[in-house]
């Protein structure tokens, strides 16, 4: 009567087996340049980034394939690039990081305006040597300036 194969060499015959088809996937992973299409479909995803699916890559793969980087950005627009799963980075082609940071808010371009005259007027000798003079000044000659001031004030009305 034979015996069945449950003795330490049969499943070491077995594990051995089903590691190394584990090794032909990988292998076959590394030749396709670290991706499979699965893995391609899974890190292809939609995203309010870019136009179309944002592409992700680990760190390592970036680091190690740049141009591969900037062969994507220039057919998908965007790349998450990520460590520990965690999106760190992106890189997005220069059309899509100019139509992020450009405004065309006329309420913005008048505050900066606003913010560029008052800093000119700040920029003159006489304000310089006026806040030299604040700073050199004792705690007593300020307290008469800040008395004169508002007195000045109360009197025209404001």
């Known amino acids: 009567m034979a015996r069945p194969p449950d003795s330490k060499k049969a499943r070491g015959t077995a594990k051995s087996r089903s590691s190394s088809q584990g090794t032909d996937a990988r292998e076959a992973e590394a030749s396709a340049g670290g991706r499979t299409p699965a893995t391609q479909a899974a890190r292809a995803r939609p995203g309010p980034l870019a136009e179309g699916p944002n592409v992700h890559m680990t760190s390592t793969e970036a680091q190690?394939?740049?141009?591969?980087?900037?062969?994507?950005?220039?057919?998908?627009?965007?790349?998450?690039?990520?460590?520990?799963?965690?999106?760190?980075?992106?890189?997005?082609?220069?059309?899509?990081?100019?139509?992020?940071?450009?405004?065309?808010?006329?309420?913005?371009?008048?505050?900066?305006?606003?913010?560029?005259?008052?800093?000119a007027q700040m920029q003159t000798p006489e304000v310089q040597q006026g806040a030299l003079s604040a700073l050199r000044a004792t705690p007593e000659e300020l307290g008469r300036a800040a008395a004169a001031a508002a007195a000045r004030r109360r009197k025209e009305g404001r």
């Open 64 to 119: 190690n394939a740049f141009g591969r980087v900037l062969d994507t950005v220039a057919r998908n627009g965007t790349v998450l690039i990520t460590r520990h799963n965690a999106t760190q980075a992106v890189v997005m082609s220069m059309e899509r990081y100019q139509a992020l940071t450009r405004t065309d808010d006329p309420e913005l371009d008048v505050l900066e305006a606003e913010y560029d005259a008052m800093l």
